[in-house]
């Protein structure tokens, strides 16, 4: 018994590092190698908006570290349950379906909502600019696009 709460106390940990692999796409958030370099700013108004999915580690292998700490985890708790030579076949299930596991749920964590936006720049042309939903613009809404010197494009309203 003791060992399936070591094996609680991995699970939960594991769960709280993953929580922190997701990246921050709020239009507030600045990386910290912006900070005192020009921005190039554009006037636009929003033509469409429409709520997406941002998504890293498409497929479940590129969730490598939810893989590995639900195998150990998933490992740990099949050897708790098994006996004898049963207790290699355990462990085995136990670390594949913990890994299997680790992995979705890293790419559950990493997935995030998002918005979609299309502008019409004033002088012209159109972009199309993937951020948070920290900022809610409308269609028909003026705002400012900005393009940090690193490519990171975000829209504020004007």
Do not use: H, K, W
């Given at each position: 018994m003791k060992k399936v709460g070591i094996c609680a106390i991995l699970?939960?940990?594991?769960?709280?590092l993953l929580g922190?692999?997701?990246?921050?796409?709020?239009?507030?958030a600045?990386?910290?190698?912006?900070?005192?370099?020009a921005s190039a700013t554009y006037p636009c108004v929003v033509i469409k908006v429409r709520k997406v999915k941002v998504e890293e580690g498409e497929r479940l292998e590129d969730n490598k570290t939810g893989g590995i700490m639900g195998a150990?985890?998933?490992?740990?708790l099949g050897n708790a349950?098994?006996?004898?030579r049963g207790r290699v076949v355990t462990t085995a299930a136990g670390a594949l379906a913990g890994a299997a596991a680790g992995a979705y749920a890293e790419k559950t964590l990493k997935s995030q909502e998002a918005?979609?936006?299309?502008v019409e720049l004033q002088s012209g042309g159109l972009r199309t600019v993937v951020q948070g939903?920290?900022?809610?613009?409308?269609?028909?809404?003026?705002?400012?696009?900005?393009i940090d010197p690193n490519?990171?494009?975000?829209?504020?309203?004007?």
């Open positions: 699970c939960g940990g594991f769960l709280l922190g692999c997701a990246r921050n796409i709020s239009s507030s600045y990386d910290a190698q912006t900070l005192g370099a150990i985890a998933g490992g740990a349950m098994g006996g004898g918005f979609e936006y299309v939903t920290d900022v809610s613009l409308a269609p028909g809404q003026a705002a400012l696009l900005v490519g990171r494009s975000r829209l504020i309203p004007r």
